[in-house]
């Protein structure tokens, strides 16, 4: 939506863009999810056929622990999803387009220091630390959005 917004400034367009993307990052984060996840799954069980073979385990104490390919993608996929809708409703509402933006970076600002801190508090990592570097990387995804999609923009492409 940043990209966009660099270039545009109907709050139609943004809002199509926003859902469009919404839709295709879902999609895509939970595929790659379900793909690496499956990847772990096929090589822990390989390597538990291989123990079997040459300590005889119990193949059904083993199987528990595994990870499950569809739980992972459909996390990742609501995951993505959930903070993609930040942005979305923050631009839903407001036609000023610089208000617009403004705040859509605040609020977009704000839920990456609060996933930041989700993810800390979850995996018991420094709060601060990871909440700041969540924010600065989401800023800087966002800068080079808006910068790289504002210089495309001003080429005019006249090539197409």
Do not use: H
């Not at 990870?67 to 000023?96: D, Y």
């Not at 990592?125 to 999609?149: C, D, E, I, N, Y």
Request: proline share 2%.
């Amino acid at each position: 939506m940043m990209g966009v917004g660099a270039v545009r400034q109907d709050v139609k367009a943004m809002i199509l863009t926003g859902f469009a993307g919404l839709v295709a990052g879902a999609c895509s984060m939970a595929i790659g999810e379900f793909v690496s996840v499956y990847s772990q799954y096929d090589i822990q069980v390989a390597q538990m056929r291989r123990d079997q073979e040459v300590e005889g385990g119990d193949k059904e104490e083993e199987e528990e622990g595994l990870p499950n390919p569809m739980q992972a993608a459909a996390a990742s996929g609501l995951a993505f999803s959930v903070g993609a809708m930040v942005p979305l409703l923050a631009a839903s509402f407001i036609k000023a387009y610089k208000v617009r933006i403004g705040v859509m970076f605040a609020a977009v600002s704000l839920a990456l220091v609060v996933f930041g801190w989700i993810g800390a508090v979850l995996g018991r990592a420094p709060v601060v630390k990871s909440g700041m570097r969540v924010l600065v990387g989401g800023w800087v995804a966002m800068a080079l959005t808006f910068a790289l999609t504002k210089s495309v923009d001003s080429s005019r492409m006249d090539w197409v």
